[in-house]
Protein backbone atom coordinates (compact mmCIF):
# COMPACT_ATOMS: atom_id res chain seq x y z
CA UNK A 1 0.00 0.00 0.00
CA UNK A 2 1.32 3.52 -0.84
CA UNK A 3 2.42 5.84 1.79
CA UNK A 4 1.26 9.03 2.20
CA UNK A 5 3.74 11.70 1.22
CA UNK A 6 3.09 13.65 4.29
CA UNK A 7 4.71 10.61 6.41
CA UNK A 8 8.16 10.55 4.66
CA UNK A 9 8.07 14.49 5.68
CA UNK A 10 7.51 13.91 9.36
CA UNK A 11 9.76 10.79 9.25
CA UNK A 12 12.66 13.27 7.88
CA UNK A 13 11.68 16.17 10.00
CA UNK A 14 11.82 13.64 13.31
CA UNK A 15 15.15 12.62 12.07
CA UNK A 16 16.42 16.22 11.81
CA UNK A 17 14.74 17.44 15.45
CA UNK A 18 16.32 14.28 16.92
CA UNK A 19 20.11 15.36 15.66
CA UNK A 20 19.26 19.24 16.73
CA UNK A 21 18.15 17.92 20.33
CA UNK A 22 21.33 15.46 20.49
CA UNK A 23 23.26 18.94 20.29
CA UNK A 24 20.97 21.22 22.11
CA UNK A 25 19.88 18.55 25.06
CA UNK A 26 22.49 19.72 27.92
CA UNK A 27 22.87 23.38 26.86
CA UNK A 28 22.45 26.01 29.90
CA UNK A 29 19.87 28.69 29.23
CA UNK A 30 22.02 32.05 28.42
CA UNK A 31 18.82 33.85 27.30
CA UNK A 32 16.91 36.05 29.65
CA UNK A 33 13.78 35.11 29.28
CA UNK A 34 14.64 31.25 29.12
CA UNK A 35 16.13 32.08 32.21
CA UNK A 36 12.96 33.63 33.00
CA UNK A 37 10.30 30.49 32.46
CA UNK A 38 12.76 28.28 34.22
CA UNK A 39 12.52 29.95 37.59
CA UNK A 40 8.77 29.96 37.00
CA UNK A 41 8.54 26.70 36.28
CA UNK A 42 10.65 26.29 39.16
CA UNK A 43 8.48 28.10 41.69
CA UNK A 44 5.43 26.14 40.59
CA UNK A 45 7.05 22.82 41.55
CA UNK A 46 8.69 23.99 44.74
CA UNK A 47 5.61 26.36 45.51
CA UNK A 48 2.75 25.06 43.95
CA UNK A 49 2.19 28.88 42.35
CA UNK A 50 3.59 31.27 40.01
CA UNK A 51 6.23 33.51 42.26
CA UNK A 52 8.71 35.41 41.27
CA UNK A 53 13.04 35.04 42.13
CA UNK A 54 12.38 36.39 45.94
CA UNK A 55 9.12 33.96 45.93
CA UNK A 56 6.86 36.57 45.60
CA UNK A 57 3.46 36.40 43.87
CA UNK A 58 3.56 37.70 39.99
CA UNK A 59 1.65 38.09 37.07
CA UNK A 60 4.19 39.13 34.76
CA UNK A 61 4.19 36.29 32.37
CA UNK A 62 1.50 34.37 31.25
CA UNK A 63 1.28 30.96 33.05
CA UNK A 64 0.46 28.06 30.37
CA UNK A 65 3.69 27.88 29.53
CA UNK A 66 5.69 28.00 32.66
CA UNK A 67 3.01 25.47 33.59
CA UNK A 68 3.95 23.05 30.76
CA UNK A 69 7.63 23.26 31.56
CA UNK A 70 6.86 22.72 35.23
CA UNK A 71 4.82 19.66 34.43
CA UNK A 72 7.65 18.36 31.95
CA UNK A 73 9.93 18.66 35.01
CA UNK A 74 7.53 17.10 37.87
CA UNK A 75 7.18 13.89 35.52
CA UNK A 76 10.79 13.74 34.81
CA UNK A 77 11.73 14.39 38.60
CA UNK A 78 13.47 17.87 38.07
CA UNK A 79 15.11 20.24 36.05
CA UNK A 80 15.15 18.65 33.39
CA UNK A 81 15.74 20.72 29.69
CA UNK A 82 16.74 17.77 27.70
CA UNK A 83 13.19 16.67 28.17
CA UNK A 84 11.80 20.39 27.83
CA UNK A 85 13.07 20.32 24.31
CA UNK A 86 12.29 17.00 23.22
CA UNK A 87 8.50 17.68 23.77
CA UNK A 88 8.93 20.89 21.74
CA UNK A 89 10.23 18.72 19.31
CA UNK A 90 7.27 16.72 19.23
CA UNK A 91 4.94 19.77 19.70
CA UNK A 92 6.42 20.75 16.65
CA UNK A 93 5.61 17.62 14.33
CA UNK A 94 1.89 18.55 15.63
CA UNK A 95 2.27 22.15 14.22
CA UNK A 96 3.57 19.99 10.44
CA UNK A 97 0.76 17.56 10.77
CA UNK A 98 -2.26 20.80 11.48
CA UNK A 99 -0.28 23.19 8.63
CA UNK A 100 -0.72 20.13 6.07
CA UNK A 101 -4.16 19.86 7.54
CA UNK A 102 -5.14 23.81 7.11
CA UNK A 103 -3.38 23.73 3.83
CA UNK A 104 -5.26 21.45 2.28
CA UNK A 105 -8.60 22.29 3.14
CA UNK A 106 -7.58 26.28 2.06
CA UNK A 107 -5.77 25.43 -1.21
CA UNK A 108 -5.74 21.62 -1.94
CA UNK A 109 -3.45 18.61 -0.78
CA UNK A 110 -0.40 19.49 -2.91
CA UNK A 111 -0.11 23.44 -1.52
CA UNK A 112 -0.70 21.27 2.19
CA UNK A 113 2.01 18.84 1.24
CA UNK A 114 4.45 22.09 -0.25
CA UNK A 115 4.05 24.18 2.93
CA UNK A 116 3.78 21.19 5.27
CA UNK A 117 7.22 20.54 4.37
CA UNK A 118 8.46 24.29 4.29
CA UNK A 119 7.57 24.49 7.89
CA UNK A 120 9.03 21.18 8.92
CA UNK A 121 12.65 22.04 8.00
CA UNK A 122 12.21 26.06 8.10
CA UNK A 123 15.76 26.99 9.88
CA UNK A 124 14.44 29.40 12.23
CA UNK A 125 11.67 27.06 13.89
CA UNK A 126 13.93 24.09 14.35
CA UNK A 127 16.27 26.20 16.09
CA UNK A 128 13.69 27.81 18.60
CA UNK A 129 12.27 23.78 19.18
CA UNK A 130 15.28 23.73 21.32
CA UNK A 131 15.40 27.40 23.40
CA UNK A 132 12.76 27.22 26.26
CA UNK A 133 10.54 29.60 24.84
CA UNK A 134 7.17 30.35 24.10
CA UNK A 135 7.25 30.28 20.18
CA UNK A 136 7.20 26.32 19.94
CA UNK A 137 3.87 25.79 22.40
CA UNK A 138 2.28 29.13 20.51
CA UNK A 139 3.12 28.09 17.17
CA UNK A 140 1.49 25.10 17.09
CA UNK A 141 -1.68 26.75 19.32
CA UNK A 142 -2.29 29.31 16.90
CA UNK A 143 -2.00 27.17 13.94
CA UNK A 144 -4.28 24.69 16.03
CA UNK A 145 -6.95 27.62 16.21
CA UNK A 146 -6.85 28.38 12.45
CA UNK A 147 -7.78 24.88 11.71
CA UNK A 148 -10.45 24.61 13.83
CA UNK A 149 -11.87 27.46 12.87
CA UNK A 150 -11.60 26.34 9.54
CA UNK A 151 -13.08 22.88 9.72
CA UNK A 152 -16.05 24.81 11.80
CA UNK A 153 -16.79 27.56 8.81
CA UNK A 154 -16.64 24.86 6.45
CA UNK A 155 -18.66 22.37 8.23
CA UNK A 156 -21.13 25.05 10.16
CA UNK A 157 -20.16 23.13 13.37
CA UNK A 158 -21.10 25.44 16.41
CA UNK A 159 -19.33 22.71 18.61
CA UNK A 160 -16.09 23.37 16.92
CA UNK A 161 -16.65 26.93 17.48
CA UNK A 162 -16.22 25.75 20.95
CA UNK A 163 -13.08 24.06 20.70
CA UNK A 164 -11.56 27.13 18.45
CA UNK A 165 -12.27 29.54 20.91
CA UNK A 166 -11.03 26.83 23.75
CA UNK A 167 -7.52 26.65 21.52
CA UNK A 168 -7.20 30.50 21.30
CA UNK A 169 -8.18 30.85 25.21
CA UNK A 170 -4.76 29.10 25.39
CA UNK A 171 -3.54 30.57 23.07
CA UNK A 172 -4.11 34.21 24.73
CA UNK A 173 -2.54 31.96 28.22
CA UNK A 174 0.77 31.87 26.10
CA UNK A 175 0.68 35.07 24.49
CA UNK A 176 -1.28 37.25 25.77
CA UNK A 177 -2.04 39.73 22.65
CA UNK A 178 -4.09 36.98 21.49
CA UNK A 179 -7.21 38.27 23.44
CA UNK A 180 -7.38 41.12 21.26
CA UNK A 181 -7.73 38.77 18.47
CA UNK A 182 -11.17 36.69 19.62
CA UNK A 183 -13.41 40.56 18.88
CA UNK A 184 -11.72 40.08 15.45
CA UNK A 185 -12.32 36.62 14.80
CA UNK A 186 -15.77 36.91 15.91
CA UNK A 187 -15.97 39.47 13.44
CA UNK A 188 -14.54 37.19 10.56
CA UNK A 189 -17.14 34.11 11.38
CA UNK A 190 -20.49 36.63 11.54
CA UNK A 191 -19.02 37.84 8.15
CA UNK A 192 -19.07 34.39 6.79
CA UNK A 193 -21.19 32.22 8.37
CA UNK A 194 -23.30 30.34 5.98
CA UNK A 195 -26.36 30.31 8.43
CA UNK A 196 -28.04 34.09 8.31
CA UNK A 197 -30.09 35.59 11.94
CA UNK A 198 -29.49 34.81 14.86
CA UNK A 199 -26.93 31.76 14.15
CA UNK A 200 -24.79 33.84 12.60
CA UNK A 201 -24.04 35.94 15.42
CA UNK A 202 -24.67 33.47 17.87
CA UNK A 203 -21.60 31.65 15.95
CA UNK A 204 -19.45 35.18 16.62
CA UNK A 205 -19.87 35.02 20.16
CA UNK A 206 -19.48 31.73 20.65
CA UNK A 207 -15.23 31.73 20.33
CA UNK A 208 -15.35 34.97 22.31
CA UNK A 209 -17.33 33.09 25.44
CA UNK A 210 -14.92 29.93 25.48
CA UNK A 211 -12.35 32.43 25.38
CA UNK A 212 -14.01 34.47 28.40
CA UNK A 213 -14.29 30.69 30.03
CA UNK A 214 -10.73 29.89 29.56
CA UNK A 215 -9.07 33.17 31.15
CA UNK A 216 -11.36 34.00 33.80
CA UNK A 217 -9.88 32.25 36.63
CA UNK A 218 -6.11 33.37 35.88
CA UNK A 219 -7.47 37.03 35.27
CA UNK A 220 -9.48 36.60 38.47
CA UNK A 221 -6.23 35.51 40.66
CA UNK A 222 -4.31 38.50 38.44
CA UNK A 223 -7.00 40.71 39.47
CA UNK A 224 -7.20 39.91 43.08
CA UNK A 225 -2.87 40.14 43.40
CA UNK A 226 -2.87 43.23 41.56
CA UNK A 227 -5.50 45.41 42.84
CA UNK A 228 -6.64 46.46 39.41
CA UNK A 229 -8.14 44.10 36.95
CA UNK A 230 -5.92 42.33 34.96
CA UNK A 231 -6.36 39.92 31.90
CA UNK A 232 -3.31 37.44 31.63
CA UNK A 233 -0.16 39.93 32.78
CA UNK A 234 1.12 42.89 33.45
CA UNK A 235 3.88 43.31 30.55
CA UNK A 236 1.60 45.18 27.92
CA UNK A 237 1.59 48.60 29.74
CA UNK A 238 5.20 48.52 30.27
CA UNK A 239 6.09 46.83 26.64
CA UNK A 240 3.72 50.18 25.45
CA UNK A 241 5.73 52.18 27.48
CA UNK A 242 9.08 51.40 26.24
CA UNK A 243 8.12 51.55 22.65
CA UNK A 244 6.17 55.17 22.89
CA UNK A 245 8.03 57.11 25.36
CA UNK A 246 10.52 60.07 25.67
CA UNK A 247 13.71 57.84 25.74
CA UNK A 248 12.38 55.37 23.45
CA UNK A 249 15.53 54.81 20.81
CA UNK A 250 13.99 55.15 16.95
CA UNK A 251 16.46 52.03 16.13
CA UNK A 252 15.61 48.71 18.23
CA UNK A 253 13.20 50.20 20.09
CA UNK A 254 12.33 46.58 21.00
CA UNK A 255 15.97 46.42 23.32
CA UNK A 256 14.87 49.88 25.67
CA UNK A 257 14.77 47.77 28.65
CA UNK A 258 18.55 46.96 28.43
CA UNK A 259 19.38 49.45 26.35
CA UNK A 260 18.05 52.53 28.46
CA UNK A 261 18.82 52.19 32.08
CA UNK A 262 19.16 54.86 34.90
CA UNK A 263 16.79 58.25 35.41
CA UNK A 264 15.72 57.72 31.52
CA UNK A 265 14.42 53.97 32.15
CA UNK A 266 11.17 53.65 32.30
CA UNK A 267 10.38 52.37 35.54
CA UNK A 268 12.48 54.89 36.63
CA UNK A 269 10.14 57.87 34.87
CA UNK A 270 6.92 56.62 35.95
CA UNK A 271 8.43 57.17 39.80
CA UNK A 272 9.55 61.12 39.44
CA UNK A 273 5.97 61.49 38.26
CA UNK A 274 4.07 59.31 40.73
CA UNK A 275 3.51 59.82 44.43
CA UNK A 276 3.83 56.99 46.15
CA UNK A 277 5.28 54.90 43.26
CA UNK A 278 6.75 52.62 44.93
CA UNK A 279 3.79 51.00 46.99
CA UNK A 280 2.03 50.01 44.04
CA UNK A 281 1.17 46.60 42.74
CA UNK A 282 2.86 45.68 39.56
CA UNK A 283 -0.77 45.73 37.84
CA UNK A 284 -0.71 49.38 38.94
CA UNK A 285 2.39 50.50 37.93
CA UNK A 286 1.27 48.91 34.16
CA UNK A 287 -1.75 51.10 33.90
CA UNK A 288 0.41 53.61 34.26
CA UNK A 289 3.02 52.75 32.03
CA UNK A 290 0.10 52.46 29.38
CA UNK A 291 -1.72 55.70 30.17
CA UNK A 292 1.99 57.86 29.71
CA UNK A 293 2.67 55.22 26.55
CA UNK A 294 -0.72 57.20 25.57
CA UNK A 295 -0.25 60.29 26.30
CA UNK A 296 2.78 60.43 24.68
CA UNK A 297 1.61 58.62 20.99
CA UNK A 298 -1.24 61.50 20.88
CA UNK A 299 1.21 64.52 22.15
CA UNK A 300 3.87 63.59 19.53
CA UNK A 301 1.83 61.78 16.58
CA UNK A 302 4.56 62.50 13.95
CA UNK A 303 7.87 60.96 16.06
CA UNK A 304 5.39 57.95 16.57
CA UNK A 305 4.05 57.68 13.08
CA UNK A 306 8.28 57.83 12.28
CA UNK A 307 8.89 55.02 14.68
CA UNK A 308 6.14 52.93 14.20
CA UNK A 309 7.34 52.56 10.19
CA UNK A 310 11.03 51.66 11.87
CA UNK A 311 9.03 49.37 14.21
CA UNK A 312 6.90 47.64 10.91
CA UNK A 313 9.65 47.02 9.73
CA UNK A 314 11.66 45.24 12.59
CA UNK A 315 8.73 43.05 12.63
CA UNK A 316 9.36 41.87 9.18
CA UNK A 317 13.53 41.82 9.47
CA UNK A 318 16.17 39.25 8.63
CA UNK A 319 15.99 36.39 11.14
CA UNK A 320 19.08 37.08 13.56
CA UNK A 321 17.98 36.28 16.76
CA UNK A 322 19.47 32.59 16.41
CA UNK A 323 22.57 34.11 14.87
CA UNK A 324 22.91 36.80 17.25
CA UNK A 325 22.59 33.99 20.24
CA UNK A 326 25.36 31.71 18.74
CA UNK A 327 27.59 34.64 17.59
CA UNK A 328 27.73 34.94 21.61
CA UNK A 329 28.59 31.65 22.34
CA UNK A 330 25.28 30.79 23.56
CA UNK A 331 25.15 27.03 21.86
CA UNK A 332 28.91 25.96 22.35
CA UNK A 333 31.53 26.97 19.80
CA UNK A 334 30.29 27.75 16.56
CA UNK A 335 33.29 28.77 13.59
CA UNK A 336 33.16 31.38 11.59
CA UNK A 337 32.45 29.39 8.36
CA UNK A 338 29.70 27.51 10.33
CA UNK A 339 28.58 30.93 10.85
CA UNK A 340 28.38 32.19 7.60
CA UNK A 341 26.71 28.91 6.52
CA UNK A 342 24.00 29.85 9.43
CA UNK A 343 23.64 33.33 8.20
CA UNK A 344 22.86 32.62 4.61
CA UNK A 345 20.92 29.43 5.40
CA UNK A 346 18.54 31.35 8.13
CA UNK A 347 17.99 34.32 6.10
CA UNK A 348 17.71 33.26 2.89
CA UNK A 349 14.96 30.52 3.76
CA UNK A 350 13.05 33.58 5.37
CA UNK A 351 13.34 36.16 2.19
CA UNK A 352 12.61 33.92 0.19
CA UNK A 353 9.29 32.39 2.21
CA UNK A 354 8.41 36.13 2.92
CA UNK A 355 9.09 37.31 -1.07
CA UNK A 356 6.89 34.14 -2.04
CA UNK A 357 4.25 34.71 0.48
CA UNK A 358 3.44 38.07 -0.74
CA UNK A 359 3.16 37.24 -4.30
CA UNK A 360 0.45 33.96 -3.25
CA UNK A 361 -1.03 36.73 -0.49
CA UNK A 362 -2.00 38.80 -3.55
CA UNK A 363 -2.09 36.18 -6.15
CA UNK A 364 -2.96 32.43 -4.90
CA UNK A 365 -5.61 33.24 -2.58
CA UNK A 366 -7.33 29.85 -0.47
CA UNK A 367 -10.79 28.28 -2.27
CA UNK A 368 -12.97 30.66 0.38
CA UNK A 369 -12.73 34.10 0.86
CA UNK A 370 -13.25 33.49 4.62
CA UNK A 371 -10.10 31.33 4.91
CA UNK A 372 -8.14 34.03 3.39
CA UNK A 373 -9.44 37.07 5.26
CA UNK A 374 -8.60 34.87 8.59
CA UNK A 375 -5.22 33.52 7.45
CA UNK A 376 -4.87 37.50 6.81
CA UNK A 377 -5.62 38.79 9.73
CA UNK A 378 -3.43 35.92 11.84
CA UNK A 379 -0.37 37.20 9.57
CA UNK A 380 -1.36 40.83 10.16
CA UNK A 381 -2.64 41.19 13.42
CA UNK A 382 0.54 40.79 15.60
CA UNK A 383 2.44 43.08 13.18
CA UNK A 384 -0.39 46.01 13.63
CA UNK A 385 -0.03 45.43 17.62
CA UNK A 386 3.96 45.28 17.24
CA UNK A 387 4.25 47.98 15.83
CA UNK A 388 2.44 49.92 18.26
CA UNK A 389 4.30 48.38 20.81
CA UNK A 390 7.97 47.52 20.09
CA UNK A 391 8.79 45.14 17.44
CA UNK A 392 11.27 42.01 17.21
CA UNK A 393 11.61 39.50 14.30
CA UNK A 394 11.16 36.63 16.74
CA UNK A 395 7.26 38.14 16.68
CA UNK A 396 6.58 36.75 13.51
CA UNK A 397 7.68 33.28 13.59
CA UNK A 398 4.74 31.74 14.59
CA UNK A 399 2.77 33.06 11.80
CA UNK A 400 5.32 31.82 9.18
CA UNK A 401 3.60 28.57 8.70
CA UNK A 402 0.46 30.47 7.41
CA UNK A 403 3.30 32.45 5.33
CA UNK A 404 5.18 29.46 3.87
CA UNK A 405 1.13 28.22 2.97
CA UNK A 406 0.75 31.20 1.06
CA UNK A 407 4.85 30.90 -0.68
CA UNK A 408 4.17 27.29 -1.67
CA UNK A 409 0.94 27.91 -3.38
CA UNK A 410 2.75 31.05 -5.27
CA UNK A 411 5.43 28.08 -6.25
CA UNK A 412 2.69 26.03 -7.28
CA UNK A 413 0.96 28.88 -9.92
CA UNK A 414 4.68 30.32 -11.23
CA UNK A 415 2.93 29.72 -14.65
CA UNK A 416 -0.44 31.38 -13.76
CA UNK A 417 1.06 34.24 -11.40
CA UNK A 418 2.87 35.18 -14.89
CA UNK A 419 0.12 35.08 -16.62
CA UNK A 420 -1.35 37.95 -14.76
CA UNK A 421 1.74 40.11 -14.56
CA UNK A 422 -0.33 42.80 -15.91
CA UNK A 423 -2.89 42.97 -12.97
CA UNK A 424 -2.90 45.08 -10.27
CA UNK A 425 -2.52 42.54 -7.53
CA UNK A 426 0.91 41.10 -9.27
CA UNK A 427 2.51 44.94 -9.60
CA UNK A 428 1.39 45.41 -6.26
CA UNK A 429 3.00 42.28 -5.12
CA UNK A 430 6.50 43.72 -6.86
CA UNK A 431 6.49 46.25 -5.12
CA UNK A 432 5.58 45.27 -1.59
CA UNK A 433 8.80 42.71 -2.28
CA UNK A 434 10.69 45.69 -3.18
CA UNK A 435 10.27 47.98 -0.38
CA UNK A 436 10.75 45.02 1.66
CA UNK A 437 14.30 44.08 0.56
CA UNK A 438 15.07 47.99 0.14
CA UNK A 439 14.23 47.74 4.42
CA UNK A 440 16.58 44.97 4.68
CA UNK A 441 19.94 46.21 2.51
CA UNK A 442 19.00 50.24 4.63
CA UNK A 443 19.07 48.04 8.24
CA UNK A 444 22.21 46.26 7.15
CA UNK A 445 24.45 49.18 5.92
CA UNK A 446 22.90 51.53 8.18
CA UNK A 447 22.10 49.66 11.69
CA UNK A 448 23.74 46.46 11.49
CA UNK A 449 26.77 47.14 9.23
CA UNK A 450 29.28 46.33 11.90
CA UNK A 451 27.79 42.76 12.73
CA UNK A 452 27.74 42.20 9.21
CA UNK A 453 31.31 42.83 8.56
CA UNK A 454 32.33 40.54 11.85
CA UNK A 455 30.20 37.51 10.30
CA UNK A 456 31.45 38.15 6.84
CA UNK A 457 35.11 38.33 7.99
CA UNK A 458 35.15 35.55 9.62
Request: aromatic share 12%; hydrophobic share 55%.
Amino acid sequence: MARHPLLWVLVAGAAVRLLLWFYWRDLPLNIDDEQSYDQLARGLLNASAYVDEHGHPTSLRPPLYPFAVALIYSICGGSDLGAVRAIQAAISMLTIVATYRLGRIAFGSRVGLWGAASACFYPSLLGFNNLVLSETLFTFLLVATTLVCVEAMHRGSFSLLIAAGTLLGLAALTRSIMVLFAPLLAMIIVCSWRDGGLRRWLAGAVPVAAVALVIAPWSYRNSRLQETFVVIDVMGGRNAMMGNYEYTPLERSWATISLVQGERAWHTVLAHETPGYHQLTQGQRDKLALRHAVGYVLDHPLLTAKRDLVKFFNFWQLERSLLARAKEGFFGQVSGAGLLVASCTICGSYAAAILLGIFGLFLCRPVARSFHWLFVAQILFPCAIHTLVFAHERYHLPIMPFVLLYAAAACLNVRQIWQRRCSWSFWLAVVSCAVLVLAWLREMVFVDFANVVEIVGH
